[in-house]
């Protein structure tokens, strides 16, 4: 007798016909005992099933600009500036960022203020303390957004842009903000 793996496949295919035509189905009961050895897994509801976040690119931003630094101390007929403006660069984003204080003057109070320029439609900024959530914005379609008065101290300020996340270095509001 010649082994399977040597004839032709259309001898092989011939025998195939042969034994489903002469071999009996297997018994119900021993169907059944077969199936009970894989469980079928229920499937997942739709709602369950989460997505992975996506990965996050982060960026340092660098500050570029500092409006009280280009004034020079005793300048002639200057006056310390109503609005700190501060510029950071990240690869192919810009961020430029107003420190003020409210028009009447609040004790211990600061609007933060900006816009995002660059690639990207969208996003949100964030503003922690310590790492916990202060307040948060959506960037409009110009990329524009504003914090209302917020307390003297030290901030975190992050943008999300997609999957893009800059982070600039901390933020000190203070009497010493220049605004």
């Given amino acids: 007798m010649t082994a399977p793996a040597d004839l032709p496949d259309?001898?092989?295919?011939?025998l195939a016909a042969q034994a489903r035509v002469r071999l009996p189905d297997a018994p119900p009961a021993l169907l059944q005992q077969a199936l009970a050895l894989w469980?079928?897994?229920?499937?997942?509801?739709?709602?369950?099933?989460?997505?992975?976040?996506?990965?996050?690119?982060?960026?340092?931003?660098?500050?570029?600009?500092?409006?009280?630094?280009?004034?020079?101390a005793m300048a002639m007929r200057s006056a310390a500036p109503s609005v700190r403006q501060l510029l950071f660069h990240a690869g192919a984003h810009d961020i430029d960022l107003r420190i003020a204080r409210p028009q009447p003057p609040q004790a211990g109070g600061f609007v933060l203020s900006g816009?995002?320029?660059?690639?990207?439609?969208?996003?949100?900024?964030?503003l922690q303390s310590?790492?916990?959530?202060?307040?948060?914005?959506?960037?409009?379609?110009f990329g524009d957004f504003?914090?209302?008065?917020?307390?003297?101290?030290?901030?975190?300020?992050s943008v999300q842009i997609g999957e893009l996340l800059i982070e600039l270095p901390e933020l000190a509001l203070d009497d010493q903000a220049g605004a």
């Fill in 10 to 14: 259309d001898e092989l295919a011939a």
């Fill in 39 to 72: 469980p079928a897994r229920a499937a997942p509801a739709a709602a369950a099933v989460q997505a992975p976040a996506p990965l996050l690119q982060r960026l340092a931003a660098v500050l570029g600009f500092d409006s009280l630094a280009a004034q020079p």
């Fill in 115 to 126: 816009q995002v320029l660059g690639p990207g439609e969208g996003g949100r900024v964030l």
């Fill in 130 to 141: 310590a790492g916990v959530d202060v307040a948060s914005a959506v960037l409009d379609e």
């Fill in 146 to 157: 504003q914090f209302g008065l917020l307390p003297p101290g030290r901030y975190q300020f």
